[in-house]
């Protein structure tokens, strides 16, 4: 009877991994002269490898002009001067170096620009912490003595994050490292500014903002932490004592003058005396008898009108009554607008306000005191529980306040119309579609730009008020009744000259008074590539335009298209600043929560690079949150020291990054980090094995693919270093960088370790093998390099290279898909994988039936051929101690139990040496245990929901595990049928 070999043993036909490149071998394969180098450590240590940095660096070897290829332009997200390395950076940096060093090693001319943010609110905030620690009164100090304290903050500790981005491996060319408050920076920012201004793009209103009363100053979206809440909560807030209740609904009534009241509901009464009007719907039958009258302000007593507009009100929310407060509700102010109502500023800056009794207190307390008012004067209809959005300054945890400020605004129309335009026509490639229509839905509203902040670090706003000088004024009151005129320049001088110029001020009467905010610092982000190619004051360099945009996809508005569309406006010739921009998600802990020092699921990078104890993760990773206990049910080993190499090619695997896709959240799970570490274990040990057969004089001879004394494993693992290189440069090309690094350990593991290496072991000759294996060990570290840079450099410093081969991999040429593909042959493939199966289908038998003798005939020539130049590493991965070969059937198959496997090959043993009575009983157990296997799934399959209820995937996924089970019964059955029955042996045993 035929048995396939596909028969049972799915789930056995894996790869077996090579034990220990130590392990003992049979006898001729390696002489015994052959040791491990002394000076070659037998496990991997990334603290030692990591040490190669410093040593990079002194060589200059990630500045620019290296390679002779072409030119390929990376800038590195600035991180905060104020920051600590957290795992987006780590994410970041994985993969610009990657493909940084990936075209370093093709020979392009990598230009990869790093630098720090100067983050102003971050920044400011941080200072003025440590001075009000110190005891030192802000309120004393000029705005020259803050900038001073915070300059020499920056010099002392500013480079904190600079040296973490070094442990990490960044090639970056630190001689061009920027800040961007320096020199070249501060004269783009004042030339873009000026340009814009004078082309009509920035302008100054008084319109609303997001302000942060504990900062006081304006906050972006993207300072913004939005918490939801279901339900009456009582929150802390940072600057008030006391508790603030959110998620109630708050019902007044307004008196009117008529007689009778208005029932109006809110979630802000502490805004009540400022209310200009209440607002119903025209339609709103309820309330046409109250066009046009007056209700009173249930806390000041004030008349307000009662006026109907279709724009604010909805009558079928709330009471159908919306009370009108211009100053405090951006809705509320465009209304106001249309109506002329008057505009009351409740709230000072700090949050405050006053009172009716003349006292002044936080506008939290004033909540309370107004509805103990209204209560006691029988205005307070009620509370009742409302789902609610609360918005919280990421930077100091007030929350956020709406309020009416004049500020420096950026027309985005055209701006966003072009950039629109650009994605749609493909000049410029975003990603994935997601992302595409992201990008045009923001740009798609033209909403101006908020681009002052009420801060004194940062980037001065080079614009001065006239105070006195105008034509037609004799004195600053004159001045201050008219509309304010505002002048820019670089300097005060080249604004006088405009004033005089433009204004006709008089040259002599003339005084200006500069504007004491500052820029976002998303505009002077917004100019790093032309900053950093030396505009305005120098030529282009050749660093514009960049190569590729790389970054996050949560700051895909805020700074990637801010910086398409200034850059090329100002360009000389519109010149966009890069035609690329590849994304990557957001990193969230393994279970998809995001990271938050409240939650303690913040992960240190240098804590999986350098190791932790509990006690320090109970300090720094949430400790005042998580109790000793949660941390160990958390990270129960506590984190292992794992190496810079481990964490970059953990992240760059996982992450799903490519330029065709981008995941929105990446699941950061350390034990990942674990099995990458142990990658790098493989791959130290490989190269390990490699240096004890490489003599210190080895001189390759070069690979010939038409030389017919190559063996078998000899073309195939070329072949497969060939399909490699086509593999990983194609995905490289395409900036997949997931898929590349998903490429490295099938290769290394598998084909060279735990294949070529065995054969290698048991060679006959060693020393014929030594030039594929130098081919292939080298590629490999080349390969590896972009995604573990300090493993692969130590490792080819420590290999015997010929003379002419660079001492650092960083120096050295990755060959291209093209210079191996001589090498590519599917008849090779196939050859090997037929005598790869045949090893391990014989390694099946060999386990079931533990023969010591076998013989393998082979009918066809071809396949015998490769079976025989393999013979030894076919035994040994039988397991068997005596193989025979043939190219022909036996004859007479007596006492024989055959298995023929696919093909004209067919496996024999002797039955005398089968233990039949336990082979019957392993078998029975095995067709028991899988057939309830199969008597489950079918239960599963047969449920009247599953059809409708299951998803595709599922229901596919247990068609294919029922399939297996088959297969795996039949595969039994067969092998069970082959054997002697145990009466027949009984009676043998007799006669």
């Not at 093209?818 to 790869?836: G, I, R």
Request: charged share 25%; with cysteine; glycine share 6%.
């Amino acid at each position: 009877m035929r048995l396939r070999h596909a028969l049972c043993i799915g789930q056995q036909c894996r790869h077996a991994w090579i034990r220990s490149l130590s392990t003992s071998q049979p006898a001729g394969a390696l002489s015994k002269d052959r040791v491990f180098p002394s000076d070659f450590p037998p496990r991997f240590e990334p603290q030692s490898c990591e040490k190669l940095y410093e040593r990079w660096e002194a060589a200059g070897l990630f500045q620019s002009g290296r390679g002779g290829g072409s030119k390929y332009n990376m800038l590195l997200p600035p991180p905060n001067v104020t920051g600590r390395l957290h795992i987006g950076h780590a994410l970041t940096v994985s993969i610009q170096d990657a493909l940084c060093r990936w075209r370093r090693l093709t020979g392009d001319n990598v230009q990869f620009i790093p630098g720090t943010d100067h983050a102003g609110i971050a920044t400011q905030s941080k200072v003025e912490r440590l001075l009000k620690d110190q005891g030192v009164d802000l309120t004393t100090l000029s705005r020259e003595e803050k900038l001073d304290h915070v300059h020499k903050w920056k010099e002392e500790h500013g480079d904190v994050i600079v040296d973490q981005l070094r442990q990490l491996g960044v090639s970056s060319d630190w001689s061009q490292q920027f800040f961007t408050m320096d020199k070249q920076c501060v004269e783009a920012v004042n030339e873009a500014f000026i340009e814009l201004f004078k082309r009509g793009l920035i302008y100054r209103d008084v319109r609303f903002a997001s302000w942060c009363c504990r900062l006081k100053t304006v906050i972006s979206n993207i300072e913004i932490d939005e918490e939801h809440y279901d339900k009456p909560t009582e929150i802390s807030v940072a600057g008030y004592e006391g508790k603030v209740k959110v998620g109630v609904m708050h019902h007044v009534a307004y008196p009117l003058e008529s007689g009778g009241e208005l029932i109006v509901a809110t979630t802000r009464p502490e805004t009540i005396p400022a209310d200009a009007a209440l607002a119903v719907h025209p339609d709103d039958l309820r309330y046409r008898h109250v066009h046009g009258l007056n209700a009173f302000n249930p806390v000041t007593n004030k008349p307000i009108p009662i006026i109907c507009d279709t724009e604010l009100v909805d009558m079928d929310k709330g009471t159908g009554v919306v009370k009108v407060t211009p100053c405090h509700d951006a809705r509320d102010y465009e209304c106001g607008l249309r109506h002329g109502l008057p505009l009351d500023m409740l709230f000072d800056e700090d949050g405050y306000m006053r009172l009716t009794d003349g006292s002044v207190v936080h506008r939290f307390h004033a909540r309370d005191l107004i509805l103990e008012s209204l209560q006691s004067n029988g205005f307070y209809r009620g509370g009742v529980g409302h789902p609610m959005i609360v918005q919280r300054c990421s930077r100091s945890g007030d929350l956020v306040e709406p309020i009416l400020y004049p500020q420096w605004f950026m027309r985005m129309g055209d701006f966003c119309k072009n950039a629109v335009e650009a994605v749609e026509s493909g000049s410029l490639q975003i990603g994935s579609e997601l992302h595409q229509r992201v990008w045009k839905e923001w740009l798609g509203k033209e909403q101006d730009w908020c681009i002052s902040r009420q801060l004194y670090w940062g980037h001065r706003i080079p614009a001065w008020k006239v105070v006195e000088g105008l034509p037609g004024t004799s004195d600053a009151s004159d001045v201050s009744e008219m509309e304010d005129v505002w002048v820019v320049g670089r300097t005060e001088a080249e604004a006088k000259q405009q004033a005089v110029s433009e204004h006709g001020c008089d040259p002599n009467q003339v005084r200006l008074e500069q504007d004491n905010d500052v820029l976002d610092t998303w505009f002077s982000s917004g100019l790093l590539p032309l900053s950093q190619a030396g505009w305005p004051s120098k030529e282009l360099s050749d660093f514009y335009p960049l190569s590729v945009m790389e970054t996050g996809h949560d700051i895909l508005f805020f700074w990637v298209a801010r910086m398409y569309m200034m850059c090329t406006a100002l360009h000389p010739n519109n010149q966009p600043p890069f035609t690329k921009v590849l994304l990557h998600p957001l990193v969230k802990d393994a279970s998809g929560a995001k990271m938050s020092k409240s939650k303690g699921n913040v992960v240190d990078p240098l804590d999986l690079i350098n190791g932790a104890s509990y006690e320090k993760l109970l300090n720094e990773g949430g400790g005042a949150t998580l109790s000793s206990q949660k941390i160990k049910e958390t990270y129960p080993d506590a984190f292992p020291p794992c190496g810079a190499d481990a964490l970059r090619l953990c992240l760059a695997r996982e992450s799903g990054v490519s330029q065709e896709h981008c995941k929105a959240d990446f699941n950061f799970d350390i034990h990942d980090v674990y099995a990458a570490h142990g990658f790098c274990n493989k791959v130290w040990n490989g190269v390990r094995f490699a240096k004890m057969l490489l003599p210190a004089d080895f001189q390759p001879s070069p690979l010939q693919a038409n030389d017919k004394s190559y063996s078998l494993l000899e073309r195939w693992i070329m072949n497969k270093t060939a399909r490699l290189l086509v593999n990983y440069h194609t995905t490289m090309e395409k900036q997949s960088i997931s898929e590349a690094a998903a490429l490295l350990d099938p290769y290394f593991r598998d084909q060279l370790c735990s294949r070529y290496f065995e054969f290698v072991k048991v060679s006959s000759n060693v020393t014929e093998c030594m030039d594929v294996l130098y081919a292939c060990i080298t590629i490999g570290l080349q390969v590896i390099h972009p995604f573990m840079p300090f493993i692969t450099e130590d490792l080819w410093q420590r290999l015997p290279h010929p003379a002419g081969v660079p001492k650092s991999i960083l120096d050295s040429r990755l060959p291209a898909a093209s210079d191996l593909s001589v090498w590519l042959s599917d008849e090779v493939d196939a050859a090997y994988e037929a005598v790869f199966q045949i090893a391990n289908h014989g390694g099946i038998y060999n386990r079931r039936y533990k023969p010591k003798e076998a013989t393998l005939c082979i009918a066809d020539a071809q396949r015998y051929s490769a079976v025989k130049s393999c013979h030894v590493l076919v035994k040994n991965r039988m397991n068997i101690e005596h193989l025979h070969l043939k190219n022909e059937m036996l004859a007479d198959v007596t006492d024989m139990l055959s298995f023929p496997m696919d093909g004209d090959c067919i496996f024999y043993i002797n039955s005398k040496d089968v233990e039949t009575s336990k082979l019957h009983e392993e078998y029975q157990r095995s067709i028991h245990r899988l057939q309830q296997q199969r008597s489950r799934i079918r239960k599963t399959m047969s449920r009247p929901e599953y059809a409708k209820r299951a998803p595709r995937e599922v229901r596919d996924a247990d068609r294919a595990r029922l399939d297996e089970v088959e297969k795996s019964i039949a595969g039994v059955e067969a092998a069970l049928a082959l054997l002697p029955q145990e009466s027949e042996t009984e009676t043998e045993t007799t006669t």
